[in-house]
């Protein structure tokens, strides 16, 4: 069972991809100037790879994520992507190697589409150790660490229970708008941070979810819910045939930051071993 925690809370629409296909890099902007975005001494033009993309809701979608599945692309020995739009605008995007084996997986993208609108999308592949564009500004984050220590990829809990030791309770993600946290326990119960503005930074660097007096006093968010033995705003739960019931016990339970911006983020949970109603399992969320 895989269910992946993501920062997205947004409407569900299915964007049709109409066709996928290779252009030289020239020829999909609007003039053939090198673009701004691309770092001095970067090879310019690259193939690019064009999909087409269609908004099939009657309502207009903002900043809506594009999730493309980049072995579909066949660019194996691409290390970085960039998206633009038709005319050589720049989208915000980010490729993730959520399987950790060394290759990109996902590439995460948003775009604005109109109700109905078709839009072309051209993605750039480069193959440099280094990042070709200009960086993106950082709108999402996920932490995961233990108290007093620095922020980690991952960490395991052999006895299934990192609740008093994380950070947090837990690993937690963010974008400018809200925050969540999953506990790092047999409850494994997502709560949520609200905020009061759109802050022009993000929070948790700062308040480690349990805001000062003063911060508060200066538009920072916090806590909201008391979720107690609650399901909070969601958790993964088994059943027994009568009611549910929670993921323990466990062999080892392991939390882990897969993607960390600057578009999107991905935090996973993972109870290895559980003793289930119906037996041993493992179950990723």
């Known amino acids: 069972m895989t269910c992946k925690h993501s920062i997205y809370s947004i409407v569900n629409v299915r964007l049709w991809i109409i066709a996928v296909t290779a252009w030289l890099g020239a020829a999909a902007t609007a003039q053939y100037e090198r673009p701004n975005w691309l770092k001095p001494g970067v090879q310019w033009p690259v ?15 903002r ?5 493309i599945d980049l072995h579909e692309l066949n660019r194996p020995n691409a290390r970085h992507w ?4 038709a005319d050589g605008v720049r989208l915000p995007a980010q490729a993730d190697d959520l399987n950790r084996d060394g290759t990109k997986d996902e ?12 839009r072309r999308v051209f993605i750039y592949p480069f193959r440099s150790a280094d990042p070709p564009a200009m960086p993106l500004k950082k709108r999402v984050h996920a932490r995961l660490a233990l108290n007093g ?5 991952e960490i395991t809990a052999e006895d299934g229970d990192m609740y008093r030791q994380a950070q947090h309770h837990g690993p937690a993600w963010e974008s400018e708008l809200i925050a969540y946290r999953v506990y790092f326990d047999k409850k494994s119960t997502i709560d949520i941070y609200g905020k009061r503005t759109h802050q022009l930074e993000l929070e948790l660097e700062r308040t480690k979810w349990y805001t000062s007096s003063e911060l508060r006093e ?5 806590d909201i819910v008391h979720v107690g033995a609650t399901l909070g705003v969601g958790s993964v739960r ?3 045939g009568d009611a549910p019931v929670l993921m323990t016990p466990v062999e080892s339970r392991t939390a882990r930051v ?19 109603p119906s037996g041993k399992r493992n179950v990723t969320s």
Do not use: C, M, Y
Not at 218 to 222: L, T, W
Not at 261 to 270: F, L, N, S, W
């Open 218 to 222: 200066n538009g920072f968010g916090q």
């Open 82 to 85: 960039v998206v633009t739009t």
């Open 107 to 118: 590439l995460a993208l948003l775009a604005d589409f109109e109700p109905g609108q078709s």
């Open 258 to 276: 897969l993607a960390d911006g600057p578009v999107r983020t991905v935090v996973e949970i993972a109870a290895n071993g559980w003793r289930s």
């Open 238 to 240: 088994g059943w027994d």
């Open 149 to 153: 220590e620095v922020p980690k990829q």
């Open 47 to 61: 193939e690019a790879t064009t999909i087409e993309l269609q908004n099939p809701a009657d309502f207009a979608l």
């Open 63 to 67: 900043q809506h994520p594009v999730i």
